[in-house]
């Protein structure tokens, strides 16, 4: 191997991507976004035009904001000109029980009305791609009519991955180490696939051969390298999708492969629970009451079908719903119910496209948590008019039991280790979502705050992964 030999390590990640190169002496992240706060951190984020225009990173939100969110759209005027029964026959599970002979004509006459229906989306944006690879019922999509198959998808965000790789590097480089979560999925069949999928990514992206190594692993190769003392070490890496566990003991050494040949992993685990589900856990308690979750409509003071919101708990399953029959139908449903106006704010969120923009701001809000104690979410778009106040309390209390899944991960490397929390020297914790307080007081109180230290949140994997890639 030539002295300029350089390896490179590509964390792709649910949330942010980057790539690290190691040259022997140092590992470095390669800026990968120049439109992204942080250079080095590419969001994994896919936009498809109409045209079959694709833009990945930053810039993929940006042009998803400006086309698809609260624009002139060109719509198509549907007649409702049926009645409430038409409507709430419609709606699949709960037919069965309406009955259209109690219905007044009077009130019948009442909702006639026309929609509008907008039939020109000018593109899709694809958020969280990763979480799919475990899903083996998730194999194409339609984007205008042109079916993606997913690695397709996520062979598009790796490709500035592939660039900035070839440039560092002067030649087509073929030969790289990935990291992969401990558990895409709880069930192995789902991992095996998840695996495979995003090795045949990596490949349609140009990498011609792909390792992969778990990522917390690197995070601790990515610490251990640089330090002397014997140790036993604790990764917690809790990013967008996945939260990865990983215990090492180092024994130091003088150099940095000295110090990997003598050290040995005690144990990983991992879940597939991070992040994303923080967020849903504050759309389904705080913004979907808001959105007439909770509302009764019709004759018969129905509830509110709950798939509706349990399908649009990701957002990227909101265009699904803007269709006539279903617009017909919460047009009715809004006509008779007890929270019109949630149900206009429902309606609103479907027909103009604001599903992305109210998960970023409720992303945004629960970034801010990490900082303040409290913070408003606000939409105030058409008859979107969401201002609500988060206290961080209230917030730990709605994402208890995600953290309790997490908490569980981190117990059961510790079983599988067969070590007592007094045995860890150093908890390294990584990964955006360690920066929620709720999940270091949890931390702080098993380990003790003196053993809890901070990695670089977004690219210590990848520095890690590029290290692995000439050592191991
Ligand atoms: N200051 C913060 N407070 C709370 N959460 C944060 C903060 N900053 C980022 N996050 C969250 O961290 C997650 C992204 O972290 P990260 O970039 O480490 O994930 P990832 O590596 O892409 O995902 P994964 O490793 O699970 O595939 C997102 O859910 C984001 O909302
Ligand atoms: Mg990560």
Redesign the pocket.
């Known amino acids: 191997m030539g002295v300029n030999t350089l390896y490179f390590g590509v964390?792709f990640?649910?949330?942010?991507s980057s790539v690290a190169v190691y040259d022997g002496h140092r590992a470095w992240a390669l800026p990968l976004d120049p439109e992204n706060d942080l250079p080095t951190s590419l969001p994994?984020l896919l936009y498809i035009s109409r045209e079959n225009e694709k833009i990945v990173g930053r810039a993929a939100a940006d042009a998803f904001i400006a086309r698809n969110v609260d624009r002139e759209v060109k719509t198509k005027q549907v007649d409702l000109g049926v009645s409430v029964e038409a409507y709430v026959g419609a709606e699949p599970e709960k037919s069965e029980v309406f009955n259209p002979a109690l219905v007044d004509p009077e009130v019948r006459h009442a909702v006639r009305a026309r929609a509008t229906i907008e039939v020109n989306a000018p593109g899709r944006l694809f958020q969280s791609l990763?979480s799919l690879l475990r899903q083996p019922a998730f194999k194409s999509t339609e984007v205008f009519g042109t079916p993606y198959q997913l690695e397709e998808l996520v062979s598009y965000i790796l490709s500035p991955i592939k660039k900035a790789v070839d440039g560092c590097a002067g030649h087509a480089v073929e030969t790289v180490v990935f990291g992969r979560?401990v558990r895409f999925s709880d069930c192995d069949d789902e991992n095996r696939i998840a695996e495979d999928r995003l090795r045949t990514a990596a490949k349609l992206a140009g990498f011609k051969n792909v390792a992969f190594f778990l990522?917390p692993v690197g995070a601790c190769v990515e610490y251990a390298v640089s330090v002397e003392e014997k140790q036993c070490l604790m990764v917690v890496?809790i990013?967008?999708?996945?939260c990865d566990v990983c215990i090492m003991e180092f024994q130091g050494g003088s150099g940095p492969e000295q110090r990997l040949a003598e050290s040995r992993i005690l144990s990983v685990a991992g879940t597939p629970v991070?992040?994303?589900a923080l967020?849903r856990e504050i759309i389904r308690n705080r913004i979907f009451p808001l959105l007439g979750s909770k509302a009764r409509y019709g004759p018969s003071n129905l509830p509110m079908p709950q798939y509706i919101y349990n399908q649009i708990l990701d957002w990227q399953n909101i265009y699904k719903f803007n269709n006539e029959e279903m617009i017909n139908w919460l047009l009715a449903a809004e006509a008779f119910s007890n929270c019109p106006e949630g149900l206009r704010a429902l309606r609103c969120l479907i027909q103009k496209n604001y599903g992305y923009l109210v998960a970023r701001e409720v992303?945004a809000a629960?970034?801010r948590l990490?900082e303040v104690e409290s913070t408003h979410i606000t939409v105030q778009r058409d008859d979107i008019q969401i201002d609500d106040i988060l206290v961080r309390e209230e917030f730990s209390h709605i994402i208890e039991y995600t953290l309790g899944e997490m908490r569980e991960c981190i117990l059961e490397a510790e079983q599988n280790a067969g070590i007592r929390p007094s045995d860890i020297n150093l908890v390294l914790t990584t990964?955006?979502?360690c920066?929620?307080p709720a999940i270091r007081a949890m931390l702080e109180e098993r380990y003790g705050a003196g053993k809890l230290r901070s990695r670089d949140?977004?690219t210590s994997v990848a520095t890690g992964l590029a290290v692995v890639a000439r050592y191991v």
């Open positions: 964390d990640g649910t949330t942010n994994s990763k979560p990522e890496d990013g967008g999708g996945t991070a992040g994303d967020d992303e629960k970034k990490s990964g955006g979502t920066l929620v949140s977004f």
